[in-house]
DNA sequence: CATGAATGAGATTTCATTCAT
DNA sequence: AATGAATGAAATCTCATTCAT
C-alpha cells in the first residue's frame, strides 16, 4: 500500500501515539509493553517500529509533550496586556491544565515524565530546559507586576516567578492524583493567602 | 539453626534498602534490575530474597518513606505554638526538605513515587491517604491563621490548605529536578507575592 | 504494460548483484539484511523481489560465481600448448586471482562460499561438483606434465593434481585475508621447495 | 544449587560449547539459533548466558580454538631435531589434522571462522595475527632446512614457508568439503613435485 | 541463614517477504 | 514495472524468582 499521503503518514503516528498514551496512563512507561502498544493501536509490530526506531521514541514523545504541551498557553496568558492580576493568572492556567486532561490526555503523564527526568540524563537535560524557559516566562510576569506597581518596586522577581512556577505541579498533582481540587478552591485558597498579616515581621 | 539478634535482620533491611534506594536514584525503579540491587549491597539473590518477598515491596517500602518522610515533622511545625507565620512555615518545611535529601536520600524518590501512584491502584491509595493527611494539616494551620486573626475570619480554609500543600511539590520539583532554588529564595519569593495588591478586584 | 528491454533486465539484475556484492563482503552474508541491499541498490523491495525471489538466490547467485568464477582461466592455462612448467602455472593463476579482485570482487566472497558450502547441503554439491571439475584441470594437467617427462613415469597424477589445486585457496586466504602475499612471491617460493632434497629418502 | 566446584562450571562450559559446536557444523554459526544451542545443550537460556554474555562469545570461543587449534602441535613438528623432511613435515600435519577432526570436530568450523575473519573486523585481526604467527613457524622450518642444506643457501625463505603454509587450507578444503583426500595422498602428490624438472629455466 | 545456579516467560527489535496501489 | 507500507514470526537477551546445597 505504497505511495501514501503525507496525511496517512501523520495519522499513522498519531494512532500509535494515541495508543501508547492510553496504556502509559494505564500502566505507565515500563509496565507497558511494546505487545500492549500493538495491540491497543491495531497494528503490527513492523508497522509501530516503521514510525518510532524503539519504544524510548515514543516514551520521549509523549512525555515531551506532557511538559511542554502547556508551554504555548502559559506564554499567552501571562504576556497579556495589561499584566493579569495573579489570583487571575494562576486560576487560569490552572483552568486550561482542567480543560487541556479533557480532549488530550497526554497531560496526565506529566508527572511520569518528573520522574524519568530524575535519572535519565538526556530526558532531564530536555525537561530542565523547557522548565526553564517556562520559569522565565513567570518570572517576566512578575516583573510586570512590578512595573504595574503591583508588587513592591524592590520586588525578588526571579524568586517569586518560582515561587508562582511552582505552583502548578502541586495543582497538577492534587488535581490528578488526590482528584479533589478544582480550579477555583485553587484560586479562592490563593485569595486569602494574600495578605501582608500572614507574614513574619519584616526583618529589617 | 538460626538464632539471629533482631538488630542484625534490622541492619540486613537497611543494608538492602540503602542498596535498592541507590540504584532506583540512579536508573529509576523499573530500569533497575534486582541484580543491580544484589551487586550494590553485596548480598545474594536469597539473602534480598529473605528480607523482602518481592521487588514490588521493596519499590513500596522505599517510595512510602519517600511520600511520608516528611509528615512528622509538617505535624511538628504546623502544630507548633503560637501559630508560625506563613512564610516562616513554608521557608521551615523547604528547609527540612533541603537538609532531609543529604543524609537519606529518599525523598529523591518522591517524583518516582507520585508516579507510581498515578497508574499503580494500591499504591495510589495509599498516596492518596498520606497526601489527604499531611495536607489536612495545612488546612489545620490555616485555620489557626483564622483563628489568630491573619488572615480574614471569612477565609476557605480548606482550599488555602490546599493551595499552601501545593507548594511543596514546585518546591521539590525545582530544588531536585532543576536544582536551582533554595529554601532562602522560595521564601523570599512567597514573601513579595502577600500583598491584596496583587489580586483582581474582589468580586463582591 | 511491460515492454522491457533484455538489456534493462540484465542491468537491473546487475544492479542488484552489485549492491549484495558490496553488502556482502562488508557485513557476510546471513548479517546483511535484505533492507541493506534495497538500500546499497536504490532500489525498493518490489523491484528487488521482482528479480530475485528470494535471499538464498542472490547469495547463491554471486557464491557460485566465487567458485567458478576462475574455472574458464583455468582451463585455459592449463591445457596451453606445450605444457607450461609448474611454478608458471601456479604463477600466472595466482596472478589472474589477482587481477580479478580488482575489476569484480566477487572472488573474495569465496571463503565465504566455502563456508556455505559446509552446512548447506545443496549448495555444497554444486561447490564439490565445481571443485572437482576444477580439480579435474589440475590432474590432467600433471598427466602431461609426465608426458613431457618433467614428473616420473610412476607419477601418481591424481594425488599430485589434488596437491597443486590445495595451493589455491593457501594463497587465496593468505592474499585476501592476511594480505601480505604476491603472486609472485608465491611462485618464487615453491620453485625453491622444487627439490628431491627436501623429501624423505624414499621409502622403496 | 549454589556453591558449586570450578569443576562443574568448567564442564558447564563445555556442554555449551560441545552443543553450539554441534549446531554451527550443521547449520552455521548464523542458522543457528540460541534456541537451537538451548535445545541442543537441554539447558535453559538463563543459564547460557550465564557462561557466555553474548552468541557471539560463543562464535568467537569456537572460532579461535579452530584458528588455533593446531598451533601447539604445528609447532613441535617443525622444530623437531633434526629437522624433518618437507613430504614428513606436510605428511604428519595433515595426518594431525585429520586424526583432530575426529575427536573434537571444532575444525570443522576453519571455513566458518576464515568466512567471519573477511569482514569481521575484530575477529579478523585476531585470525590475521594466529595465522602470521603459525606462518613465522614455518618460515623457520625452511630456514632450518636451509641451514641443513636442503634447500638452496639463497633460498627465499619467506617465500617458501608462505608457500608450504599455504598447503594447509587447502587440503583441510578438500579433506573436509570434498572428502576425498587422505594425508598419505597429499603427501605423495607432494613428492612426486619435488623436481627441478617441473620448474621453468632458471630466468638467471 | 546464606548462596548463587538455574529457570523460562517475556521483553524489545529485526527481517524476509507480500501485495495493494 | 515499480513502490514501500505492512506483516508477524522469530531472534537475541534479560529478569524476577526459586530452591538444592
Redesign the pocket.
Known sequence: ????SEE?LER?RAQILDAARACFIRKGFHE????DIFAESG?????V??YF????EIIEALASVAIGGLAGYVSEVLKEDPVPPLDDAVGRLTQLIVTMVGPDDTLRLAPQAWALAMYDEQFGTYVRTRMTEVRQLWIMYVERLRDAGMVPPDTDCTAAGKALFGMMPGFVIQYLLVGDLTSEEFRRGLRSLASPATLAPDPA
Chains 1, 2, 3, 4 share one sequence.
Request: avoid cysteine; hydrophobic fraction near 30%.
Open positions: 500500500m505504497p505511495r501514501v496517512h499513522r507497558t509493553s511494546m505487545q497494528l503490527s509490530a513492523g508497522a517500529y516503521r526506531k524503539s519504544k524510548t
